[in-house]
Structure formats: structure tokens, C-alpha cells
């Protein structure tokens, strides 16, 4: 079993910063991509960032460069640095881990962020 832990959510103000961060434990496997999803009040769950223990990461088109998502393999954490926040990134964000070859899928409690003035 797998364990995701969040931390780091929180409110902030328009143009403001915060930096997600997401552990995880138990039997990790070893080839997986770890990322952030969103969902905000009435709307469906969707892809903020990914990243593989390669390093590549992959991003929604609606950042445009606001965030970086960023791990460390050999803590099992993914971070992810957001900039320029705005008050439609209002979201629980949650953490997701990817099994490459078993095809498991992970999901954190979620972390509450709010962007407002």
C-alpha cells in the first residue's frame, strides 16, 4: 500500500506564491509518475502537473509558466512551485502517484488553496 501525504496548501493573494509538497510512503514502485491534480468547487477533477522519476514533466496548457513541479526520487516527494496565483487556481489540489508497469494509481487527501484578496 501506498500512503500520499500533502502539505503546503493555504491562502494567499492574487500574485502571490506557494509551494505544494506531496510524500509518499509505504511500497512505493519503483517506476512511477508523480503529479498534482486540481479540482475546484463544481467542476470535475483535472491535470495541473506530472513528472516521471526520469524527470520529465508534463503541464496543463492553462499554467503558462506560472508553476514548476519538481521530485526528489530518493525521498519520494513531488513538489510543485506556483506563481502568480489566481483566484481561478482556487482548488483542492491533490497528489497522484502512476505505477508505470502495474498500472496502480495513488491518490493524496488533497490540500485546500485559496487565492483571494
Known amino acids: 500500500q501506498v500512503q500520499l501525504v500533502e502539505s503546503g496548501g493555504g491562502s494567499v493573494q492574487p500574485g502571490g506564491s506557494l509551494r505544494l509538497s506531496c510524500a509518499a510512503s509505504?511500497?512505493?514502485?519503483?517506476?512511477?509518475?508523480m503529479g498534482w491534480y486540481r479540482q475546484a468547487p463544481g467542476k470535475e477533477r483535472e491535470l495541473v502537473a506530472g513528472?516521471?522519476?526520469?524527470?520529465?514533466?508534463n503541464y496543463a496548457d492553462f499554467m503558462k509558466g506560472r508553476f514548476t513541479i519538481s521530485r526528489d526520487n530518493a525521498q519520494n516527494v513531488v513538489y510543485l512551485q506556483m506563481n502568480s496565483l489566481k483566484p481561478e487556481d482556487t482548488a483542492v489540489y491533490y497528489c497522484?502517484?502512476?505505477?508505470?508497469?502495474?498500472?496502480?494509481?495513488?491518490w493524496g487527501k488533497g490540500t485546500l488553496v485559496t487565492v483571494s484578496s
Open positions: 513528472i516521471t522519476n526520469g524527470g520529465r514533466p
Open positions: 509505504g511500497s512505493v514502485c519503483s517506476v512511477n509518475t
Open positions: 497522484n502517484l502512476k505505477c508505470f508497469f502495474t498500472v496502480m494509481e495513488y
